[in-house]
């Protein structure tokens, strides 16, 4: 697979793309959403790529030789505006949006289409967001939009009303093809896959981020901390305020997934399709020490302060309420 192409698992909202583009029909304003991993902002660049060549493949892909491909290889094609947070940490200001303004204004250089993506999108602060709306419902000549989140109930719903969304589903159950690259890139550990995968989230991206970096061992560490304070030998406010420093993000999502598996022990001991099955046996003797019903609304709270992350909720805040909760034994 080429940079110019999009990975196995995409192939089918590409291939629905590209008939709507045969027939004229492409929309000029296009929200990729998903979690985190699916790839989305690969998926966007290709697109981009695509929509600016002059000589595009029968797929729709774009030839990586014309003029307007190798300028974009070279990062200044005159027709192309990539706006994100100019700092890390920052949103997308107001400023942003009307530089955007002013290009989608101007006439194409290269006469195809005056591409624009927006990534990621959740980070419009408000002021961007509504001076975004009227190009978004009517953007000037052959402009398109490629806003791509992993939080689309962050945006504004007026924006989301005006883009056509093309939703990336968590990767379960592989196709062969995307077996196929994901074993590859496995190498030895591609007989995990369906463990891996299960473990990201259905996340193909998140599974090799998962091998080549610590996240594996920093949840064995944090099931390890938990049964610490389940013993009394650690203290909620103590461990919400060390598990921080390891990065929210991170954090959330790997107690997702242990609870998740605590759940399914809970149902049934022998469960074989776990997020994390080489921790079975402490999780199972975690789940033990506490009922189903407290596992699950423990399991809806976290889901749902995932989705204040990137509010004003203070990261340890929401540590602390978590462990409390077990803690007390009651959500």
Known sequence: MSDWQVYPWQIGLWQGLQQRRSRGQLPHALLLSGTLGMGKQHFA????????????????????????????????????????????????????????IEFQSLKSQYGTARVIQIQPADRLNPAAANALLKTLEEPAGDTVLILSTAR????????????????????????PASRQWLAERLGPQAGELDALLQASGGAPLRVLSMIEGEELSQRAQILSDWQAMEQGRESPLKLAERWEQLGIHQVMHSLYGLIADMIQLKLLSDAARLANPALRGNLQALAEQVDLGLLDALLLRVQERIGLLQGQVKPQVILEEILLAWKQRRV
């Open 152 to 175: 689309p109930a962050s945006l504004l719903p007026t924006v989301r009303s005006r883009c056509q969304q093309l939703l990336f589903r968590p990767l379960l159950s592989p196709d």
């Open 45 to 100: 660049d290709c697109l981009a790529h695509a929509l600016l060549c002059e000589s595009p493949l029968a797929d729709g892909h774009a030839c990586g030789q014309c003029r307007s491909c190798l300028l974009q290889q070279a990062g200044n094609h005159p027709d192309y505006l990539l706006v994100a947070p100019e700092e890390e940490g920052k949103g997308i200001g107001i400023a942003q949006i009307r530089a955007l």
